[in-house]
């Protein structure tokens, strides 16, 4: 009877993850060694490898329409499979194409269970209302400003009362975001744009948000305060504390 107390909360805290492992069980995968990789390249011709890697790149760019991360297991089952050997040079030649061709960066987000995503450049975007934009993303881009703006966690009601002066009620349907509840919460953080955490001992069940791991990669948080200044006619300097961590936060230029 003890033994049947422990395993719920064991299988509460491995359901969100059971779907990671579910393909790694199927499919056991070990990175080779540089020195397996190298011998397993003496029986694959460049067009061999150049033939993986554009089906590499092209499962990524179908992934990337919905921006859920990719697993391992998964590209190793349904793309490599039997070039597994070669898997790094394959990552790193579709790797290299997305780039160069696509303008997309693969990055690994998970080291345990191997996700891997595409993340774009929206620094280079002034503000959600570009050509390359969607309501979609303008709405993701209001809750990532309150979270900076708030020191990077809320709890859920602020997100919800903000969208409600935006005349988005999270309780209704929307004609444009449909169920504006279940994309914020489900939607935005599968695809790892938001983290959302349950507040320990609150009843009812309360959630905070918090940048997401894609949006700390994607977004530039100067071009966000840039876009906040100009939304509300005012010097981003002047929100000292926010200016301060979105230079500290800035990468060096690539170029």
């Not at 996700?115 to 934009?133: A, M, Q, R």
Request: charged share 25%; glycine share 4%.
């Amino acid at each position: 009877m003890t033994q049947r107390k422990r395993a719920t909360p064991s299988s509460q805290r491995q359901h969100g993850v059971s779907a990671l492992q579910e393909d790694e069980d199927d499919i056991p995968f070990t990175q080779p060694s540089t020195s397996q990789v190298q011998k397993a390249l003496e029986n694959v011709t460049p067009a061999q490898l150049d033939h993986k890697a554009s089906e590499v790149v092209q499962y990524f760019l179908v992934k990337q329409q919905k921006k859920i991360p990719v697993r391992r297991a998964d590209l190793v089952k349904h793309v490599v499979k039997e070039y597994r050997n070669i898997f790094p040079e394959i990552m790193k030649s579709a790797s290299k194409t997305l780039d160069q061709v696509f303008g997309l960066k693969l990055v690994e987000i998970d080291n345990k269970n191997h996700l891997y995503i595409l993340i774009s450049k929206l620094e280079n975007v002034d503000g959600p209302h570009t050509s390359v934009s969607s309501p979609k993303v303008g709405l993701l881009f209001v809750i990532l400003s309150v979270i900076f703006m708030k020191g990077g966690v809320v709890r859920e009601n602020v997100i919800w009362n903000t969208l409600k002066k935006l005349r988005v009620d999270p309780g209704e349907k929307h004609a444009e975001f449909g169920d504006v509840k279940r994309l914020v919460t489900d939607e935005f953080v599968r695809q790892r744009y938001l983290e959302c955490v349950r507040i320990p001992h609150t009843e009812p069940v309360e959630h905070e948000f918090h940048w997401g791991q894609r949006a700390e990669l994607e977004v530039s948080k100067v071009k966000l305060l840039e876009f906040l200044g100009q939304l509300h006619d005012q010097d981003p300097q002047l929100w000292s504390q926010q200016f301060k961590e979105a230079h500290s936060s800035v990468n060096p230029p690539s170029s």
